[in-house]
């Protein structure tokens, strides 16, 4: 997968607005340049600087309510030159109600992206969550059948990849298909249109953007079932002669699990399909599954800030990640993180998490340290 030539020579970051989700693009190149970072960053201090002078790239995702912050926007402009919109361009967003679409969100994510020379990655077209209850009811409250659902799938995709057409670069046209055994997860597309509504998704967002990438996107591929069920749908799509550009990994991780072996085994597996992988929503949960009622210091250990050993474990495991990367750097074409920094992220939900590689602040953690050591020694 390539990166244009006009991305990789424009490298002037200029940043007015301001971002909330972060997205690292780390994409195998060949004769990168090196780019000039704005104000006192330096190619030597960035993801992005980092990345690139070892050839590769760096992109941020957005959330249009934080297009306000000047701390986000720059720290999002100087470190990355990729953008995926948090939730700006799921359908409930994007399209409220039958044919009545609300463009504005999404429109100053692009508009922010391109203005700072910054790809866009499109997400999502068709998932179960996120999705309005209209797209799948019939009349008399009865469950909308094929033909209205496949006339519904198709007059989004048209008109939402139509609308970015030449301005976004690829689309995650399927989000989360595969259940946890492997099988097609039951969902209202699935009952209302049948096993080829993924097919069905791809084909009308190829027609709508024949030059746009086309991605599927799921969580959970280091379970060899899921991850079976993920390259079997995957293997069937290219079967039908439909366009399918990489498989997004989503890399909501944890500080121990997945193994790195289980991440590994997972890339390679993925990557014999023939397509490139992404990990397109990084992030390390470092607090434990609690439930309500939980005692709060068992629930919210972190409260009061991260102690030195947790973040310097922090460190390790994205030193260990990142290391992985560049090992396999033929097999894999992006990384996304999901938030920019601490204060951020979605994985906060009422307590405090740590997981990215910027604290509350949004200033660089040790995590973030270790990231660009490795980058560099991979020079
Ligand atoms: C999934 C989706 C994302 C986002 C995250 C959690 O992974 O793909 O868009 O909603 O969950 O925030």
Same mark, same amino acid.
């Given at each position: *997968?390539?990166?244009?030539?006009?991305?990789?020579? #424009?490298?002037?970051?200029?940043?007015?607005?301001?971002?909330?989700?972060?997205?690292?693009?780390?994409?195998?190149?060949? =004769?990168?340049?090196?780019?000039?970072?704005?104000? #006192?960053?330096?190619?030597?201090?960035?993801?992005?600087?980092?990345? &690139?002078? +070892?050839?590769?790239?760096?992109?941020?995702?957005?959330?249009?309510?934080?297009?306000?912050?000047?701390?986000?926007?720059?720290?999002?402009?100087?470190?990355?030159? *990729?953008?995926?919109?948090?939730?700006? *361009?799921?359908?409930?967003?994007?399209?409220?109600?039958?044919?009545?679409?609300?463009?504005?969100?999404?429109?100053?994510?692009?508009?922010?992206?391109?203005?700072?020379?910054?790809?866009?990655? =499109?997400?999502?077209?068709?998932?179960?969550?996120?999705?309005?209850?209209?797209?799948?009811?019939?009349?008399?409250?009865?469950?909308?059948?094929?033909?209205?659902?496949?006339?519904? *799938?198709?007059?989004?995709?048209?008109?939402?990849?139509?609308?970015?057409?030449?301005?976004?670069?690829?689309?995650?046209?399927?989000?989360?298909?595969?259940?946890?055994?492997?099988?097609?997860?039951?969902?209202?597309?699935?009952? =209302?249109?049948? +096993?080829?509504?993924?097919?069905?998704?791809?084909?009308?967002?190829? &027609?709508?953007?024949?030059?746009? &990438?086309?991605?599927?996107?799921?969580?959970?591929?280091?379970?060899?079932?899921?991850?079976?069920?993920?390259?079997? @749908?995957?293997?069937?799509?290219?079967?039908?002669?439909?366009?399918?550009?990489?498989?997004?990994?989503?890399?909501?991780?944890?500080?121990?699990?997945?193994?790195?072996?289980?991440?590994?085994?997972?890339?390679? +597996?993925?990557?014999?399909?023939?397509?490139?992988?992404?990990?397109?929503?990084?992030?390390?949960?470092?607090?434990?599954?609690?439930?309500?009622?939980?005692?709060?210091?068992?629930?919210?250990?972190?409260?009061?800030?991260?102690?030195?050993?947790?973040?310097?474990? @922090?460190?390790?495991?994205?030193? +260990?990640?990142?290391?992985?990367?560049?090992?396999?750097?033929?097999?894999?074409?992006?990384?996304?993180?999901?938030?920019?920094?601490?204060?951020?992220?979605?994985?906060?939900?009422?307590?405090?998490?740590?997981?990215?590689?910027?604290?509350?602040?949004?200033?660089?953690?040790?995590?973030?340290?270790?990231?660009?050591?490795?980058?560099?020694?991979?020079?």
């Amino acid at each position: *997968m390539g990166i244009d030539s006009a991305l990789r020579s #424009s490298g002037r970051l200029r940043l007015r607005a301001r971002l909330a989700a972060a997205t690292v693009a780390v994409a195998a190149m060949t =004769g990168g340049a090196v780019i000039a970072l704005a104000g #006192s960053a330096s190619a030597a201090t960035t993801l992005r600087g980092a990345a &690139e002078a +070892d050839g590769r790239y760096f992109g941020v995702a957005v959330g249009q309510g934080d297009l306000s912050n000047t701390s986000a926007t720059n720290l999002a402009g100087s470190q990355f030159d *990729m953008v995926t919109p948090e939730n700006e *361009m799921k359908w409930d967003t994007i399209e409220p109600s039958n044919g009545s679409y609300n463009f504005g969100p999404g429109d100053n994510i692009v508009n922010f992206a391109t203005s700072h020379n910054e790809r866009v990655r =499109g997400h999502n077209l068709v998932w179960h969550s996120q999705t309005g209850a209209w797209v799948f009811q019939g009349p008399e409250g009865k469950p909308a059948d094929r033909e209205t659902l496949l006339a519904r *799938m198709r007059d989004h995709i048209q008109t939402v990849v139509g609308r970015y057409k030449g301005r976004i670069h690829g689309w995650d046209v399927v989000n989360e298909a595969i259940d946890e055994d492997g099988s097609l997860r039951k969902t209202p597309w699935r009952d =209302g249109i049948g +096993d080829d509504y993924v097919a069905k998704a791809f084909e009308f967002a190829r &027609e709508a953007d024949p030059n746009a &990438e086309l991605y599927y996107n799921d969580y959970n591929l280091e379970k060899p079932e899921k991850r079976a069920g993920v390259i079997k @749908l995957v293997n069937d799509l290219k079967a039908r002669g439909l366009r399918i550009d990489g498989i997004g990994n989503q890399a909501h991780w944890r500080l121990e699990t997945p193994t790195m072996d289980a991440i590994e085994q997972a890339l390679v +597996d993925l990557n014999s399909t023939g397509l490139k992988v992404m990990y397109t929503e990084l992030d390390i949960n470092l607090l434990p599954s609690a439930g309500r009622g939980v005692d709060p210091a068992v629930a919210n250990p972190y409260a009061n800030g991260l102690p030195d050993e947790k973040q310097q474990q @922090l460190a390790r495991r994205y030193a +260990d990640i990142f290391g992985l990367i560049v090992k396999h750097r033929t097999r894999v074409s992006r990384v996304t993180f999901w938030g920019l920094s601490d204060a951020d992220s979605w994985l906060n939900r009422g307590r405090m998490n740590h997981p990215l590689l910027w604290d509350r602040q949004r200033q660089p953690k040790p995590a973030f340290h270790a990231v660009v050591d490795v980058l560099k020694r991979a020079r």
